[in-house]
């Protein structure tokens, strides 16, 4: 009994890129939970200058008491969890013979990194409309695309999506967050038209609009843009009405 009564649970709290001291003894700690399924710290025992890097679940066991935890949140995301620490043997519970849903969509969006954000050009006589995704140089995030809605008008159109390397001429909005309230994303939207057609090199994927319809694209893994690139939306044919909605998250680099 004077073993178990020895294990206690530590909330912790931490910031991106800060850390949160816990002064205890004991020669086990176990990162137990958190609300990101995708929280990652690190671990610096009385101050050691090695380190241990814990997903949720994992643990491990010293051959020596510890007296101080400095515990980083290494994660993209605020973190909001618990840590483990007292008497006992490492096991790791991210795999226990179940299979757990965990709702990394949600955490992502109460993180305020799950953003949406659309954009429409009207048809322009002998011209091509395009609506683009833009990641400014410098932004210090990655842009996880997870889907794209595209619309049209009364002209049907295939368009195709192609990557960009500078910021279309028609800033419509920054991206909005997912979270009510949330701040704005610094991915923009923007939009213009064009007299060059889209050509199939280069095209990730393509979509066929039908007349006044709309039609979503899901992707299985992401659409990754680094800073300085861009996903355009790209009408291929000429004097057509083009809606693009994007969907994403975004890593801190």
């Known amino acids: 009994m004077g073993i178990i009564a020895s294990v206690q649970s530590y909330d912790l709290n931490i910031p991106v890129g800060q850390s949160q001291a816990i002064d205890v003894a004991g020669d086990c700690v176990q990162f137990i ?5 995708f929280a990652v710290i690190e671990i610096r025992p009385n101050f050691a200058q090695g380190n241990i890097t814990l997903k949720p679940g994992q643990g491990m066991r010293f051959s020596e008491q510890v007296q101080r935890w400095i515990v980083f949140n290494k994660g993209s995301v605020a973190l909001t969890g618990a840590l483990l620490i007292g008497t006992g043997d490492f096991f790791d519970q991210r795999i226990s013979g179940t299979v757990d ?42 842009l996880c695309v997870e889907s794209v809605i595209g619309s049209t008008g009364a002209t049907p159109t295939f368009m195709y999506a192609q990557y960009s390397a500078a910021p279309l001429g028609t800033l419509i909005q920054n991206g909005i967050s997912k979270m009510s309230g949330g701040t704005a994303s610094v991915a923009t939207i923007n939009v213009d038209t064009t007299a060059v057609s889209a050509v199939w090199a280069g095209t990730l994927f393509a979509i066929s ?20 690139s861009g996903l355009i939306m790209w009408a291929t044919t000429g004097n057509a009405d083009l809606g693009t909605s994007f969907e994403w998250y975004e890593d801190v680099i």
């Open 101 to 142: 849903v965990i709702d990394g969509g949600k955490a992502r969006t109460l993180g305020g990194i799950a953003m949406m954000g659309y954009g429409v050009i009207a048809a322009v006589a002998a011209k091509f409309s395009r609506v683009q995704l833009w990641n400014p140089a410098g932004s210090g995030k990655r």
């Open 33 to 37: 939970s958190a609300i990101d399924p």
């Open 209 to 228: 609009l039908p007349a006044s319809g709309s039609l979503p694209q899901k992707l299985v893994e992401p659409i990754v843009l680094m800073p300085g």
